[in-house]
């Protein structure tokens, strides 16, 4: 069971995402922390990826994709997993239909977390993040002391956070992503629209409720 989970920017990806693991059994593999976890084994696609990050460019597609591909064929994989923010383009979707022909599976659905551009706006604009563990919060202010235990951490608001950023954020979305959910339908997976407005329980009910047979 792979399960991809998308939606614009602050739909509440990252929230869900863990809710939805406990409750299915199965882990997250998010692009983030998979990079981030390959550079410190010093495998030989981490230290590929760090070349580039060394340099200020962006990882390639077919680095990231090696990495969850190594990611996919490890035994903490074998019940399914839920991805989180690794197709974000068409050619992302088709990189990963590939690695998955490969491992002999496919994915299976797309959840797609829906909300609209204005209370996107309102969500991330009150956002904040520590400067040291990365914790968003979204119920403090700039200055205040990052909750997670032992973090020492102040929580900031990240310039990408700024209404006008988000704005920019949304159209790239619309220009780069939002074509992705046509390229799966297209191509036979179950694609389930769930609306993201509502408390964290409401939503994550409504995604399990989606994925029922």
């Not at 973090?151 to 979305?173: H, Q, S, T």
Request: charged share 25%; proline share 7%.
């Amino acid at each position: 069971m792979i399960i991809v989970l998308f939606g614009k920017p602050g739909a509440g990806k990252g929230t869900q995402a863990p809710l939805l693991a406990a409750a299915l059994g199965v882990p997250t593999l998010a692009t983030g922390d998979e990079l981030r976890a390959a550079i410190r084994s010093g495998s030989a696609l981490g230290l590929e990826a760090k070349a580039y990050m060394d340099r200020g460019d962006l990882v390639p597609d077919a680095v990231i994709l090696g990495i969850i591909k190594q990611a996919l064929s490890e035994p903490r994989a074998a019940k399914g997993v839920l991805l989180d923010g690794v197709v974000r383009t068409v050619p992302q979707a088709e990189g990963l239909a590939a690695v998955c022909a490969d491992l002999g599976t496919q994915v299976d659905a797309v959840l797609c977390f829906d909300i609209d551009d204005d209370e996107i706006v309102r969500r991330l604009a009150s956002r904040t993040i520590c400067d040291t563990c990365q914790h968003p919060r979204g119920d403090a202010e700039p200055g205040d002391p990052c909750v997670q235990p032992g973090c020492p951490g102040k929580l900031v608001r990240r310039k990408d956070d700024e209404p006008e950023a988000i704005r920019n954020r949304l159209d790239v979305y619309r220009r780069q992503t939002a074509p992705v959910l046509q390229w799966y339908r297209t191509h036979g997976t179950k694609v389930a629209t769930i609306d993201a407005v509502g408390s964290v329980e409401e939503v994550t009910a409504r995604a399990l409720s989606a994925l029922a047979p």
